[in-house]
């Protein structure tokens, strides 16, 4: 089966529906997502955006609160256009019908969280990716350019090659194939322009705050294409998620420290004191790499979020969704601490792409999460990311309505997808076997406090599972979960060669090995390229 369009968009949260939504007045979209359309890391968002929305904040505070969050490893001029189209891609939102919370006076409530200067990020309580995630949804169901193909996952691109110095390389992107999960058809998806929406990889590790969804698909799927990366041993960490054996690593938003939360041991004692002059409102790779120390230092299975202090009505009132999780758990944050670990959050790395979101295959862009911008560095500053999917967005339908207006009508040429002699899988349990292996070898290897024997380690012990998958892809008919499998190896691998080419610590990476921070040699992205 082949299907085309004018926009293929793979990924159904802030970035690719805001995508859809600049495109479809002017050209057909396939949205492809792996499982419901809301199913996203946006959803669950509960901090906000971050955008210069009051007098008394500046662009050029918003800038500087972003380089030195991503110890000054951001691009600076890719941090300005994003900071500068901060106020547009909100309005953008707001137009499509995002409600942010708003005070008595009819004025945006603004908030602030770690790492910023000002008050600056908008949010919709404590739920504001639902939020925007319901708006962006409504406009994508009632616009009739749109056809939505839930539970439909990604396979690999369709790239068109040539050849160079008698090798031949991937020239352009051409499409996708899919598999269809419903019926266990792939589906060829052939557009003018691929868009990779596909969010981050936080399932590559044992414990995270992401959603199911969040295996690095986008980013597997480029590479293998022939894509560049960049920048994947910056993995942020949340300091704060739920610590509950049920609660399956729910997000304590940073926003709770914003509003005065203090960190405390189990014996009731602060302690971000010792680690930064922000003291709570220190940046995330602080904050986590602190707990991370109180944890080991005392042996502790978890520190504490106290924000009582602040009373029950206030409480209740601005963080709703968290006040009523942690109820159902037993924990009621008016009157106890909370208990709360760090878990694997925010890919700071991504595909490589320009100010324009297009990657080095033509007609192949990248936004949101699976992209590298530039605008992160070392580490993602809180509230960021959801501004920069907008922004990212807006410059990706620039570019790709541009190329639609040049070229020509008939699409290209697809070849059918084949299995070749594979047949039902009879060894499934393979499958969760390497997938548990994977995960636990990178939480324990590279995971926030790192090593050259560790990720030397771990490098040795994920290539000899690749090689597992590989034999067992290539043998027996693909599903989602060997799809999903052999993406968490490719960012696996991606995220421990990176680990070991950056011989300094800088924002996310922390080495034992070499704990300086080296502006004269490491000053620079690490860039990784698959070899053809």
């Known amino acids: 089966m082949k299907i085309t369009s004018d ?84 309005r953008d939102l707001i137009d499509w019908g995002v409600q942010f919370s708003r005070k008595e006076d ?27 995630e319901r708006a962006l949804v409504e406009a994508v169901h009632q616009h009739p350019n749109i056809t939505l193909y839930e539970n439909h996952i990604a396979v690999d691109l ?5 050849i160079t110095q008698r090798r031949v390389k991937p020239d352009r992107c051409l499409g996708a194939y899919v598999l269809d999960i419903g019926n266990s058809e792939v589906v060829s998806f052939g557009a003018r322009s691929t868009v990779l929406a596909t969010g981050g990889a936080g399932k ?22 022939g894509a560049t990366v960049a920048n994947m041993e910056f993995m ?24 005065g ?15 930064h002059p922000l003291k709570d409102l220190a940046p995330r ?11 080991k230092t005392h042996g502790d299975d978890c520190v504490f979020l106290d924000i009582t202090h602040k009373g029950a009505d206030y409480i209740k009132d601005r963080f709703p ?65 959801l501004l920069e999917g907008v922004v990212y967005a807006d410059r990706a339908a620039q570019r790709t309505l541009k190329l639609l207006a040049e070229k020509e009508t008939i699409y290209p040429s697809i070849a059918p997808w084949d299995s070749g002699s594979a047949t039902n899988s009879d060894e499934e349990v393979v499958v969760a076997h390497n997938w548990d292996e994977i995960r636990r070898c990178m939480w324990n290897y590279v995971g926030i406090v790192r090593s050259t024997k560790r990720l030397t380690r771990a490098l040795r012990r994920i290539q000899m599972i690749q090689e597992e998958i590989a034999d067992y892809y290539w043998d027996f008919y693909i599903t989602s979960d060997l799809i999903e499998l052999r993406n968490i190896a490719t960012v696996a691998e991606l995220i421990v060669r990176c680990g070991l080419q950056r011989k300094e610590s800088r924002g996310l990476h922390y080495t034992i090995d070499y704990p300086e921070t080296d502006d004269i040699h490491w000053k620079q992205d690490t860039i990784i390229r698959k070899n053809f």
């Open 236 to 259: 942020q960490f949340h300091p704060t998620t739920l610590y509950h054996p049920h609660a399956k690593s729910f997000l304590i938003s940073e926003a709770v420290r914003g509003e």
């Open 7 to 90: 926009f293929l968009v793979i990924g159904s949260g802030i970035a690719g529906l805001s995508f859809a939504l600049k495109v479809a007045d002017r050209g057909s979209v396939s949205l492809v997502t792996k499982r419901g359309i809301s199913e996203t890391a946006t959803d669950l968002a509960q901090g906000g955006i971050a955008s210069v929305f009051s007098e008394e904040d500046t662009y050029e505070a918003h800038v500087q609160d972003t380089m030195v969050a991503g110890v000054h490893l951001s691009h600076p001029d890719i941090v300005q256009l994003v900071v500068e189209s901060g106020p547009q891609a909100i």
């Open 204 to 225: 590559v590790y044992l414990y995270t705050c992401n959603p199911d969804i969040a295996t690095g698909d986008g980013l597997a799927m480029a590479y293998r294409a």
């Open 321 to 385: 969704n968290i006040y009523q999780t942690c109820l159902s758990y037993g924990i009621d944050m008016v009157s106890d601490p909370i208990p709360v670990v760090p878990a694997a959050h925010y890919l700071c790395g991504g595909i490589k792409v320009d100010s324009w979101g297009e990657t080095d295959l033509q007609n192949l862009f990248a936004i949101g999460e699976v992209s590298f911008t530039g605008l992160h560095g070392a580490n993602r500053l809180a509230s960021n990311s």
């Open 261 to 275: 939360a203090i960190l405390k041991r189990r014996d009731g004692s602060a302690f971000m004191e010792a680690y």
């Open 285 to 295: 790779d602080i904050v986590a790499r602190a707990i991370d120390n109180e944890m």
């Open 158 to 162: 369709i790239t068109e090659a040539k």
């Open 106 to 132: 009819g004025t945006y409530d603004l908030t602030r969280e770690g790492g910023h200067s000002q008050r600056r990020i908008l949010h919709a309580k404590d739920v504001t990716g639902r939020e925007i």
